[in-house]
């Protein structure tokens, strides 16, 4: 559930476990191939992201990945997706397992991503936040031929500064405004999203990716938030100033990314939508989920070409999902 100061603002409890998987193993997880799973939903925001930069980086082969279902009860995310509702790999019904096994009387929300150590069946880590940023930067050894720099040394303070501001402004501003417990904290939160989104937007205005003439982290970042905009954001969260399509560059911008191997094919609208629409029955109390918007739109012409920019630097676009990691017929754009 939201967690309210007293003015009714929607604050979100930032102490994630913070243990970090490197290459020289200074926390006890050295980066090792076939050692973890990577648990995520595809529903989930924050779980996009580490699909995104798994497969950008051709980790597969390395760092195992296992769905949840769109749905959670109060207690934990679960495998309701896999054979018996059990993950084919932990052999555990509910992600709680796996935070129980490490912290036996862990006391904060079970989120996604996380990721766990296969042989203890123990999280590691579920810092969404650097979790991406180690698989950049820490897992360079198992990364595919052609893998791009998401996270490169000359433009990291950059990243970090525009990904700290997309973070919190636009990431969580979209929760801030759903969520919110009054309508002063309402409209305060929809006057920040909405100066952070022409923020970004008055950027790509003049140049196609966030940070220098490649994709990077904060694009990543970005991109999770724009697609679930008008299927869930603008209507459910009442950010309703503008659909994203009615947003020419941040619209021209995401069918850029979403077009781009390793964005779209991850993204799976029918489960986005299950999620907000049926978890958050405080705000849809129905539980009914919409039937739009249409989403032919999101493979239609950009023209981003035109400003340049190599997408994956001197990297390779990736190559097709794995079998068995592909967004179901029907669930995205096609």
Sequence with gaps: MPDYVSSGEFTRDTNYIDTRITADGRDGYPAEP?????IVARACPWANRAIIVRRLLGLEDALSIGFCGPTHDQRSWTFDLDPGGVDPVLKIPRLQDAYFARYPDYPKGITVPAIVDVPTGAVVTNDFAQMT?????????????????LYPEAHRDEIDEVAHRIYTEINNGVYRAGFAGSQQAYEAAYDRLFIALDWVAERLATQRYLVGETITEADVRLFTTLARFDPVYHGHFKCNRQKLTEMPVLWAYARDLFQTPGF???????????????????????????????LASWLTAHGREALGGRPFGQGSPPGPPRAGETVPAGHGAD
């Design 264 to 294: 779209g094919d991850t993204v799976d609208f029918v489960q986005i939508k299950q999620h907000y629409y049926i978890v958050h029955a405080d705000v849809n109390p129905t539980r009914i989920v919409p039937k739009g918007p249409e």
């Design 34 to 38: 076939g050692r973890y799973r990577l």
């Design 133 to 149: 940023l180690d698989l950049s930067t820490e897992w360079t050894a198992y990364q595919r031929p052609g893998a791009p720099d």
